[in-house]
């Protein structure tokens, strides 16, 4: 089992950057594909991004594509997820996720096993 705290969150100006964190504690990070995801008010839960056991595979939605990165320090247990040019429609909480079979690529869906509580991202106009 892992655990999953996400952090970095914050209230930001379209335009400007945030940097979020998870980190984990647990099973071996590096056992685990990762993944970003946010859910705004009234809407459902949408995928955002995925990085392999190694961080040499990622995959973004197409909406954060350019702008958004997703990286991760297996020697520290972390999963970093890069957001530049933020809109308002990024408004979201923010949840990082673990997927511990990793048998599908790109996981996007119910693949994953464990959850962060989630860290609020707010962008103005």
């Known amino acids: 089992q892992v655990q999953l705290v996400e952090s970095g969150g914050g209230f930001v100006q379209a335009g400007g950057s945030l940097r979020l964190s998870c980190a984990t504690s647990?099973?071996?990070?590096?056992?685990?594909?990762m993944g970003w995801f946010r859910q705004a008010p009234g809407k459902e839960r949408e995928f955002v991004a995925a990085?392999?056991?190694?961080?040499?595979?990622?995959y973004y939605v197409n909406s954060v594509k350019g702008r958004f990165t997703i990286s991760r320090d297996n020697a520290n247990n972390t999963l970093y997820l890069q957001m530049n040019s933020l809109k308002p429609e990024d408004t979201a909480v923010y949840y990082c996720a673990a997927d511990w079979r990793g048998s599908i690529w790109p996981p996007i869906g119910d693949e994953y096993d464990y959850w962060g509580q989630g860290t609020q991202v707010t962008v103005s106009s």
């Open positions: 647990g099973r071996t990070f590096s056992s685990y594909v």
């Open positions: 990085i392999g056991r190694s961080g040499g595979s990622t």
